[in-house]
């Protein structure tokens, strides 16, 4: 047996374990091993019974005289109830519901039990206790074999069913079988340098502990090695990615000046610092990989469209990408507006097969085949071509693509650009791989753009163009909701629309874990709230819906709509669609704003006041809670995304930012995304390890550790 294992082959684990082991994603006994406590229980304080203090946590140690079962009379719970002595006294112990006790310890059997020294109508007592027989080895008791007793005892996070004490019945005897099955992975320099236990010992430690300071030290190795791991992966993709080669752009001085003259107004410098350093790196001959980060309305599409401008200038295409349909639209208008003066060849392409797609050609709007689309794409007649995911498929190909645009949907690999170009030659040395321009209005807090993020360079627009208004924040409880519709009843009134966010609700049916997507509906949050604004608030508005299960084209034509002002009140999920401008809404309220992130609260801020009215954003919540009210506050108060986001970080942990749980990096990495110093020392001492050995010819294990770490975690 080894650390690849499977689990299935370790003795103890019978099928039903198996499937609650596999259900939360431990496949290979390392896994397992891997699989840490998420706190500590001091039962080191072993005492005599005569010693015992009412209230105080301790253990004790002694012999069952009696034990049995009974049912108390009203409450039908079934109490276990025992006498434990020892040589200074007895004492009585109770456990609830957990008849099969008497089946395990038997009146004679040494035991140690742990827990809490209770008093009530039955006396004192020691209530429901951790316990543990005491093993007899050659007729002595042998104190030193304990697992669930008698020292710090591990606690494991208790999802789907698996206990803490049969993790540590299991974990136990497989660490000592493995202890020299272990191999260091750090090079010896870092142990040295940051005093790390080796990692086998680590990895007792953290499960067995002799205190909770020494299990706190292991942990810490393991916290290093884990972003070690994440910023090596990062570095080597990033060092790979420079030995790549793609066509080097050439900025065109007299273009640019044309472009930004046609504007109808003035460039905000943080525009002009972000397009700068996309010039720069277009220039080189080397792929830009590039992140643009900015707030929403920040005015991210103009500098795209320079650089698409420039490259197509340079006689090559562009390939323009966007997570929807309606977006994907809205980037076509929006870029062939603004190229209007420029006789550039863009296209858009749909998800569907059989579509028409429109064509802008000499200005005029064509349409084609999808399957001439494609023929012009390949043969070089299309210069910048928009669209979906669908950009990706198989059958788009480009003859000499040298931008992706890829618009909120954070990565886009080496590999997939590589695919798009008509005949990637086979021979990598030769191959060209277009540059990347990825956008987003996430903010990504700091630790994240140095570890996950680390291969982008990133670009901050940190600016917002003049003119546009504060919008004007407020959290509003229940009692002040009629106020608040009132309100939103009378802007409408001036023309102005509403946007009205829900979140999921449970379904009822099943008490799934709340994060999984299951338990949660939100066709049915949308529609209850649309039945009560269309029927009971508003009922002389012009009200619509727009969710996930509708069909795109319904979507589109509600979209549609609202943006041409024929609805007034938009009731949305959270997912689908807000990416969208409609610069009459004014109002946004949100319900149940305590369900969600800071940051993406703010995100849905942003959907209004995109023009020069005054907006408004009123943030719904029932909860009273000291802390929802708080965190509701900081946003009423932050305009700045990035504080908030880093906000998030810190109090609900990186799961809670968008897309974050997908990329299947470990619990212990991801709750340190939040430990900046952490972060850059583990980022530094990657980097110089890549840069004496970029190969880690010198390091097999850690080579063959972060291979297979690189195969688990999907940053793309
Ligand atoms: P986002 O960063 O959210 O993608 P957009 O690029 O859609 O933002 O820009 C939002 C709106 O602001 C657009 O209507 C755009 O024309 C406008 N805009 C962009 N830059 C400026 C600027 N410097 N001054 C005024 N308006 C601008
Ligand atoms: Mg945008």
Known sequence: MNLDTPIKEIPRIGPVFLKKLQRIGIKTVEDLLFHFPHRYEDFSDIRPISKIKVNETCCLQGKILEIGNLRTWKKRIILTEAIVEDKTGAIKVIWFNQSYLTQTLKQGDWVCLAGK????????????????????????????????????????PETEGLSSRWLRYILRPLLIKLKNEIPEILPLEIIKKYNFLPRAQALWRVHFPDSISSAQKAKERFSFEGLFLIGLSVLKERLKLNKEKAPAIPFNVNLTKEFVASLSFKLTDAQRKCTWQIFKDLEKPRPMSRLLEGDVGSGKTVIAVMAALNVVRAGYQVAFMAPTEILAKQHFQEVTKLLRPFKIKIAFLTGKEDKIISLKLKNEILEISRRKLLEKTRKGEIDILIGTHSLIQDKVRFKNLALCIVDEQHRFGVKQRAHLIQSPMSNTQHRIIPHLLSMTATPIPRTLALTVYGDLDLSILDEMPKGRKKIITRVIPPKEREEAYNFAKEQTKFGNQVFVICPRIESGKSKIKKETAMGWDEVKAVKEEYEKLSKKIFPDLKIEMLHGKMKAKEREKIMKNFKNKKIDILVSTSVVEVGVDVPGATVMIIEGAERFGLAQLHQFRGRVGRSNLQSYCFLFTDSSAKRTRQRLEAIVKADDGFELAQKDLEIRGPGSLYGVKQWGIPDLAMENLKDISLVEKTREEAKELLAKDPELKKYPSLKERLEKFQKRIHLE
Do not use: Q, R
């Not at 304990?146 to 020292?151: D, K, P, Q």
């Open 117 to 156: 020294i209770s008093s009530g109508k039955k006396g004192i007592y020691l209530s429901s206790p951790a316990y543990e027989k005491i093993p007899v080895i050659n007729d002595k008791l042998s104190m030193t074999n304990l697992t669930h007793t008698g020292g710090i005892i591990p606690v494991y």
